[in-house]
């Protein structure tokens, strides 16, 4: 039997994943299926859930509500996507020259440039968004600074308004997940062979043109990993936009999360998590579909 | 890469990108030795009592919250990291070294975390929670005091599930270029199986397996999402703890708080890359 047990690599293949297996189904798939059941369920006057099949839920926050036309969740939908978009687009402008700057640094240095990037990192999240409170407030670092500045060159200056805001918790998400696109492009770009860098000079490409046909779409696969890293976590997030936008920044993880706990709504609360994840799910596979044929065209 | 000339555009931005990534910490370390209490404005270096500039940093360690916060935090963050790391490493080994029926669908169901935006998981995780607990309760007639409750061992689970994909995804990495034969010469030379996992395999994807299990631990140590979701009394994070202060006040013993942090952190990193040199 031991014996027979030491020759069946399928059995063992199986034993090896089977706990991993059972945490994904308990942790995953049980709690999602029964999010899926609480959405298409209703509310009873103290709260508690009546499961029914109704899709009422669904039909209010795309806008059909039983008093009529009312977009205010919608807005929220597309707030929240909109400003998923914007912060993906800045924090690949930013992290880009960087990860390029180090892959090109001295390989000696490049560890320490690394390490460099990912220090902050080791802060605490909601200490981190904390600091950007200290900063941006009306009498905080930066409008201290700037009146400084201003009192220096006799020029009138005016505090600005930036916290609580949008713009605020835009600054937020981009200092958050910049790291998260630096490390996977700095990887892809570190992958490059010098040779093909060697071979673009041969064959008289300038610099821009051995970027554009060399680098760029060989860096790719490490912009699409740090885009889903992005762009997932910031779609749903409901923490920055309560810190640093006050309580006017409301996107779809604050929805999720005051029908939860606030207003004790869950059926409401599951079908919004379910939309999230739909939405989430459709546009990363959406990309990864897109992009990862770019890959291969880079490849031939 | 090689190294060819640089631009200096290229190094201003890179600077600029520096500067931002380090501006919120080093105000964050500043404002740790302010003179106010609401921490609003620098109004000049605290000294007060006989720690003087480092008053804050006295108050925190008389801080019970605080410190219990820290304890569970790191309760939390190491057994969800041992935990995961184990089974994360056993899926790792049997998605890239054997066959077996439901491959597909595990690699699939492994990938689903990593594209699930974390409220949702959070919320599905409490809704599971609250109706297991509540119909258990029932079912056994639970006194008041004997309730089963979210807390320590609901968020560990938790954070054990949202980290088994990011370790299984570092150590397959690890273990795309191994080689076959050595353990084929290992058996050959009559080694049986534990001896050679531990002799040959174990050392040769060590590497990889401690890079997940930095990852996870880092995972668990920022979490506040699932956390958030999944705690209960008595097992406050920091990152919960901090969060439940900025509705009030936060007073400058965050700031001393998170400055150690840095310190703590800098000098195991430190430590560890002191050592890997010096092999």
């Given amino acids: 039997m031991i014996q027979r047990f030491r020759e069946n690599r399928r059995l063992q293949g199986f034993l090896l994943i089977l706990p991993t297996l059972f945490v994904m189904v308990v942790m995953l798939i049980i709690p999602l299926t029964l999010t899926v059941v609480t959405s298409f369920g209703q509310r009873d006057a103290d709260g508690n859930v009546i499961y029914t099949f109704t899709l009422e839920n669904y039909w209010r926050l795309i806008g059909f509500t039983e008093q009529g036309w009312d977009d205010l969740y919608l807005r929220i939908l597309l707030r929240s996507l909109w400003l998923a978009l914007q912060t993906t687009v800045i924090v690949i402008a930013m992290a880009y020259p960087l990860a390029y700057f180090i892959a090109r640094a001295p390989e000696k240095r490049r560890n320490s440039l690394l390490f460099l990037v990912l220090i902050p990192l080791w802060t605490n999240f909601i200490i981190r968004i904390y600091a950007w409170v200290m900063i941006l407030r009306g009498q905080g670092v930066l409008n201290s600074a700037l009146g400084g500045v201003a009192g220096l060159l006799s020029i009138p200056f005016q505090p600005l308004d930036l916290y609580p805001s949008q713009g605020a918790v835009l600054i937020g998400m981009v200092y958050e997940f910049l790291p998260f696109m630096i490390l996977p492009i700095y990887t892809s770009l570190e992958k490059i062979e010098p040779s093909l860098y060697e071979a673009a000079a041969d064959l008289y490409a300038n610099a821009f043109r051995t970027f554009w046909r060399v680098t760029a779409p060989l860096s790719m696969p490490g912009v699409v990993a740090g885009t889903i890293l992005t762009f997932v976590p910031v779609i749903g997030t409901f923490v920055v936009s309560d810190i640093l936008g006050g309580r006017q920044v409301i996107l779809v993880g604050n929805l999720v999360q005051r029908q939860f706990l606030d207003a004790r709504n869950p059926p409401f609360g599951s079908a919004a998590s379910i939309i999230l994840l739909l939405m989430t799910l459709g546009l990363t596979l959406y990309y990864t579909r897109r992009f990862g044929l770019g890959e291969e065209i880079a490849a031939g | 890469m090689s190294s060819t000339k640089r631009s200096p555009w290229l190094l201003l931005v890179s600077l600029l990108v520096y500067g931002f990534l380090y501006a919120p910490i080093i105000v964050l370390i500043v404002f740790s030795f302010n003179a106010s209490r609401t921490n609003v404005m620098f109004e000049g270096i605290v000294n007060q009592g006989p720690c003087g ?80 607990f509540g119909w258990l309760n029932s079912l056994l007639a639970l006194a008041p005091a004997q309730r089963l409750t979210m807390g320590l061992g609901t968020v560990i689970i938790s954070h054990i599930a949202f980290s088994i994909p990011f370790v ?32 040959v395999t174990l050392p040769l994807i060590a590497p990889g397996v401690l890079a997940g299990a930095m990852l996870a631990f880092t995972l668990s140590l920022d979490d506040f999402i699932i956390t958030f979701f999944t705690t209960g009394p008595g097992a406050t994070t920091l990152p919960i703890y901090v969060y439940g202060l900025l509705r009030r006040v936060v007073t400058p013993e965050v700031n001393a708080l998170s400055t150690i942090w840095i310190l703590v952190v800098l000098v195991v990193v430190g430590i560890s890359q002191w050592f890997q040199t010096r092999e």
């Fill in chain 2, 168 to 199: 299984t995804l570092v150590v397959r990495a690890r273990l795309h270029g191994f080689d076959n034969r050595l353990e084929e010469a290992a058996m050959d030379l009559g080694a049986n199986e534990l001896i050679t996992f531990r002799k």
């Fill in chain 2, 53 to 132: 500039p480092f008053y804050w940093y006295c108050q925190l360690f008389r801080n019970r919250d605080v410190l219990d916060a820290t304890r569970n935090t790191l309760v939390i963050a190491l057994t969800s990291t041992i935990i995961s790391t184990i089974i994360g490493t056993m899926a790792a080994l049997a998605l890239q070294r054997f066959d077996f029926f439901g491959k597909r669908a595990s690699e699939t169901a492994l990938y689903f975390p990593i594209v699930t935006p974390e409220i949702v998981m959070g919320i599905g995780i409490l809704v599971l929670f609250s109706a297991a």
